[in-house]
């Protein structure tokens, strides 16, 4: 029984674990969502002689580079392009056209007005959702490490159930309210940054790989629990049940022996009437 709770709660806490790391990664990391924007093309310079635009009409000096576009009306698409960008809970990143490397704005800043309280309702649930995986971990490692009976280590696995399906109900709420404001700022967010195509990315997969074993761990923790209360009920009741058979054969032997004595002393106080005639009997 007591290698099978520690395997149980070992389990627990490696899952517990798990979901505390990818949610801190996901929580810092800006690859929540992430796809292409169409933006136009920058007129070619000194410094930017591809995917530019050649206003100049100087077509000889540049007629043996393909990338460059001679500027018309009729060029449609030919006038655009379309830069990588990745987005998180805190900022939005998008490939810098004009230069190597990459330009980051705040994804607060970005979101529109009527959507920023769900954004920060978002932010303070990642929080507590992080807050208490850390508190449920701690009463893991309690229960696991220095838990000195069995009644301390079932009390220990109650609270850590608890604090770890709390920290994993919010962790949903969090994550579907950051999905409600990205959608949102999709379609209602400023024109220079609304972005052509677009899909999630290693970040948001990881803070749902996240509350999946958060509630892994929940899951395995309330088990943990409900066979340790099982077995240990299953124990008492065995000796419950073995001590009141012993109880009731001690009754039984006492009533045997206590109706043999009194047998005994019948038979005795009949000898010593006997007596008492034969010798009290004139002759």
């Not at 899909?199 to 749902?208: K, P, R, V």
């Not at 049940?241 to 109880?247: I, K, P």
């Amino acid at each position: 029984m007591k290698t099978n709770r520690r395997c149980r709660a070992l389990l627990a806490v490696s899952l517990n674990l798990m979901a505390l790391l990818f949610s801190t990664t996901a929580f810092i990391t800006t690859h929540w969502c992430e796809g292409t924007q169409r933006v136009p093309k920058p007129s070619c310079g000194k410094e930017k002689k591809t995917n530019c635009l050649n206003y100049s009409g100087n077509e000889t000096a540049n007629e043996t580079n393909q990338n460059v576009v001679h500027y018309s009306w009729e060029t449609g698409d030919d006038r655009f392009l379309f830069r990588y960008f990745h987005t998180g809970i805190w900022y939005s990143c998008e490939e810098n056209i004009n230069a190597v490397g990459e330009k980051c704005r705040s994804f607060i800043d970005l979101a529109p007005a009527s959507e920023k309280g769900v954004l920060w309702l978002s932010v303070v649930s990642e929080v507590l959702y992080i807050m208490l995986l850390v508190v449920g971990f701690s009463l893991m490692c309690l229960e696991l490490f220095h838990s000195s009976s069995v009644i301390d280590g079932l009390k220990l696995n109650a609270f850590a159930a608890v604090f770890t399906v709390l920290s994993g109900l919010l962790g949903m709420v969090a994550h579907m309210m950051y999905t409600q404001v990205f959608q949102v700022t999709v379609s209602l967010g400023p024109e220079d940054w609304r972005p052509h195509s677009w899909d999630y990315g290693w970040s948001f997969c990881l803070a749902w790989g996240s509350f999946t074993c958060c509630m892994a761990a929940s899951v395995t923790t309330l088990n943990s629990y409900t066979k340790t209360v099982i077995e240990f009920r299953h124990k008492r009741k065995i000796f419950e049940q073995g001590f009141r058979e012993e109880q009731n054969f001690l009754d039984q032997e006492a009533i045997k022996y206590f109706r043999e004595r009194t047998e005994e002393e019948r038979a005795e106080a009949g000898d010593l009437r006997l007596q008492c005639l034969h010798s009290c009997s004139p002759n």
